[in-house]
């Protein structure tokens, strides 16, 4: 199938937006859209598609809108009224309301929406909430990327200014001894005959570096009737002028409130107070390495569970990266602990010496005389895990669903349940996310945690803070009106991330290829993060 644009128009047939997929000419493109109310006006049958001698139109109604999309005529039907669907439900994901000008506001958000369904004319095979996570995707790295350039430029700003500071004494300091060398021979008032007095120096050089004030003496009219005022200059510090733009003037703190919560998450954020330009001390954000080096171990998982709970499939990718952070202790090698890895299997890094990764557990190159590059992370060992055993799965989650009846109205009474089956593990912010069918609203009976009911999307969110040894598991009922089959609560989505990881490994010491015996100062951060969790 080919589909050459997708748009949204009125009843009266305005586009209010369109998104063309293959390359087409405006014009052409405008006499598509505006040939479609006219299309719709002579044809009586009632169907949600148009066909002309070269397109074909395929729509649906949302409100007072139309979902359009057009594609040439040798598509498959079937699979356009499918990619239909899909671009429809997305329209609701982000319009609260249906109209013109929700459209208009979030347009370029549509359109991005747009692209993650179809690539270059074709369907892309991704769901509705797939697209929102592509849509909302988050990443620490960048996070962390833009919070070092934001320390960095406020950290340049501040030197910047300090410089300026002492460029601005330096000046008054040789202004105010110019001062004391052009004024200091004469006095003020040697002959009455000159309106001002000068001293025998240079004084008349330095005057264009001075700011001078002037002072006026009162007449002595009883001894001298002709005598006029006579006026001085003393040397004054010059009053700043105001200025525009000021390196490392005061902000408004919302980047150190960013970086401060971002610290508290445990990122390697250390704070520093340091002199403003008016003296007062400012809170500055610095990333500094607390440590020579920096060892991250990150991990994703991917789970597949069916309805009952049981597991069809899991994997578990992982990564060490080492970062140097003083150039000092470049030539290093990274003792590893691995002796319960059962399962998993590693690779590592082709610059990296396997056979003393497999013999010893250790992490160093090749060549001995070179050193890991400084400043930048260089990955050394990746490993992977499959399993399809129950007990592999850090946390088992269970939907057990069942209809009644009550005063005269069906309902659909469900309970979710969650076990955490590694209790070594700390699981923070675990997000299940059930959809509810539309039309409906959850009523929640009993919970642990939290949750929250979006109608838009028709998602209720059931929200627990923190998942550890202490509450291993959890519950929450809820019922809907609702008499269809049990399985419109299905697929349900699985998020959490943990500042532990699955797979055992960790790093016993940092040494010195040449003095293993000196060890060396080294931080180990770990993450464990959901690529996919899904029950369906």
């Not at 609701?92 to 993650?116: G, H, M, Q, S």
Request: hydrophobic content about 35%.
């Amino acid at each position: 199938m080919v589909v050459l644009a997708g748009a949204i128009c009125t009843r009266e047939g305005k586009a209010l937006l369109s998104r063309q997929f293959v390359p087409i000419t405006r014009v052409r493109i405008e006499g598509l859209l505006a040939a479609f109310p006219k299309l719709m006006g002579s044809d009586p049958r009632q169907h949600t598609y148009i066909e002309t001698d070269s397109v074909r139109y395929l729509y649906q109604p949302l409100d007072s809108l139309y979902m359009l999309i057009i594609t040439n005529k040798s598509s498959n039907i079937l699979e356009d009224l499918d990619t239909l669907q899909i671009l429809a439900k997305l329209i609701p994901e982000y319009c609260r309301i249906l109209d013109e000008d929700e459209v208009l506001k979030n347009a370029f958000t549509l359109v991005f929406a747009f692209d993650e369904v179809i690539a270059g004319g074709y369907r892309e095979k991704v769901t509705v909430q797939q697209i929102k996570t592509f849509m909302e995707m988050d990443s620490q790295q960048e996070k962390l990327a833009h919070m070092l350039e934001t320390t960095k430029l406020m950290k340049a700003r501040q030197e910047a200014d300090a410089r300026a500071q002492e460029i601005s004494a330096e000046r008054l300091h040789r202004t105010a001894m110019s001062s004391a060398v052009g004024y200091g021979g004469g006095g003020p008032t040697q002959s009455p005959s000159f309106g001002y007095g000068f001293g025998s120096g240079s004084g008349s050089g330095a005057m264009s570096g001075v700011a001078r004030t002037p002072t006026i003496t009162p007449s002595v009219t009883d001894s001298h009737p002709s005598f006029r005022p006579v006026q001085s200059y003393q040397a004054t510090s010059a009053k700043p002028a105001r200025r525009g733009m000021v390196l490392g003037g005061q902000t408004d703190g919302r980047e150190s409130e960013f970086l401060q919560a971002m610290a508290k998450d445990g990122d390697n954020i250390q704070l520093e107070s340091t002199s403003s330009t008016h003296g007062s001390a400012q809170p500055v954000v610095t990333a500094v390495p607390t440590s020579d080096v920096t060892i991250l171990i990150e991990e994703t998982l991917s789970v597949s569970l069916d309805q009952d709970g049981s597991l069809l499939d899991m994997v578990v990718k992982g990564s060490l990266t080492v970062t140097i952070n003083n150039p000092e202790c470049g030539r290093a090698l990274v003792r590893l602990s691995n002796d319960a890895t059962e399962g998993f299997r590693f690779i590592a890094n082709p610059n990296v010496d396997r056979m003393a990764f497999r013999k010893d557990s250790l992490i160093k190159l090749k060549d001995t005389s070179r050193a890991f590059p400084t400043g930048g992370p260089l990955g050394v060992l990746k490993w992977k895990m499959e399993s399809k055993e129950d007990s592999s799965v850090p946390i088992i989650v269970t939907c057990w669903p069942s209809a009644v009846s009550s005063a005269g109205q069906n309902l659909l009474v469900t309970t979710l349940e969650y076990e955490l089956l590694h209790d070594h593990l700390t699981l923070n912010d675990l997000c299940i996310q059930v959809p509810i069918p539309s039309g409906t609203a959850p009523v929640v009976d009993r919970l642990d945690g939290d949750y929250q009911y979006e109608p838009a999307a028709s998602i209720l969110n059931w929200i627990i803070a923190t998942v550890d040894s202490s509450s291993t598991s959890g519950s929450i009922e809820f019922r809907i009106p609702f008499d269809g089959p049990p399985t419109a609560l299905f697929p349900i989505h699985v998020s959490f991330h943990s500042n532990s990881t699955i797979c055992p490994v960790s790093v016993a010491s940092v040494e010195h290829v040449d003095n293993p015996e000196n060890s060396i100062d080294f931080e180990e951060i770990r993450s464990l993060g959901v690529e996919e969790y899904t029950i369906s």
